[in-house]
Nanobody, 122 residues
Framework: QVQLVESGGGLVQAGGSLRLSCAAS????????MGWFRQAPGKEREFVAG???????THADSVKGRFTISRDNAENTIYLQMNSLKLEDTAVYYC????????????????WGQGAQVTVSS
């Protein structure tokens, strides 16, 4: 049984910041790699960032230097700090979990949250 619940989405102006949270109900949370994906209307779901059990992280080129993924194993929670937001960052952001190492293909993540809308305005 795995439950992932995102929070922290909303409307923000371009250049602003937002932090997403994902609370995970996973009995062996430290054994899971966690990731953030996003999907804009009419587009494929894309990898944003991932973080391993030990805290090693990977970020997509499109967000590198602006977004930072982190995890708090004691609280079973992961975060996505988003800075310098751009209009093209507008999407539904999903938290996901996999028993694999850090991978970028959405099909390799069997567990997903419900999504959080992030809208960036000019």
């Amino acid at each position: 049984q795995v439950q992932l619940v995102e929070s922290g989405g909303g409307l923000v102006q371009a250049g602003g910041s937002l932090r997403l949270s994902c609370a995970a109900s996973i009995s062996t949370f430290r054994s899971y790699t966690m990731g953030w994906f996003r999907q804009a209307p009419g587009k494929e779901r894309e990898f944003v960032a991932g973080i391993s059990f030990g805290g090693t992280s990977t970020h997509a080129d499109s967000v590198k230097g602006r977004f930072t993924i982190s995890r708090d194993n004691a609280e079973n929670t992961i975060y996505l700090q988003m800075n310098s937001l751009k209009l093209e960052d507008t999407a539904v952001y999903y938290c996901a979990a996999t028993e694999l190492g850090v991978v970028v293909a959405s099909a390799l993540y069997p567990y997903w949250g419900q999504g959080a809308q992030v809208t960036v305005s000019s």
